[in-house]
C-alpha cells in the first residue's frame, strides 16, 4: 500500500487510466467484431462503412498511446484486406 501523498495520488490516476483503456480496447473489439459481421453477410456499402470506422478508432488509440502504431497499422491492413477481397468476390459474380 503506498504511504506518500504522491503515491496514493499516482495510484488513483492510473487505475482512472486503466479504466478509460479497457473501454477503449472494448469499444475497439466490438467495432472489430461488427465488420466481421457485415462482411459476413456480404453488404459491401455498409462494410465499407464500418471499416472506416473501426480504422478510425484505431488511429485515435493508437495516438493516444492506449495500443502500440504498429499494432494500429497491423489490424487496418487486415480489415482493408479482408473489404479488399469482399469486393473482388462480388465483382467476379
Known sequence: M????????R???NRKKQERNQQV???LKTLFKLFIKTVEEHDI???RSEAKNVCK????????G???KQR???KKRRITYTLNKLVTANSNK
Open 72 to 74: 494500429a497499422n497491423r
Open 25 to 27: 480496447h472494448s469499444s
Open 2 to 9: 503506498p504511504i506518500t501523498k504522491s503515491a496514493i495520488k
Open 66 to 68: 492506449i495500443i502500440p
Open 57 to 64: 478508432e484505431y488511429d485515435k488509440a493508437a495516438s493516444r
Open 11 to 13: 495510484m488513483r490516476s
Open 45 to 47: 456499402n455498409k462494410a
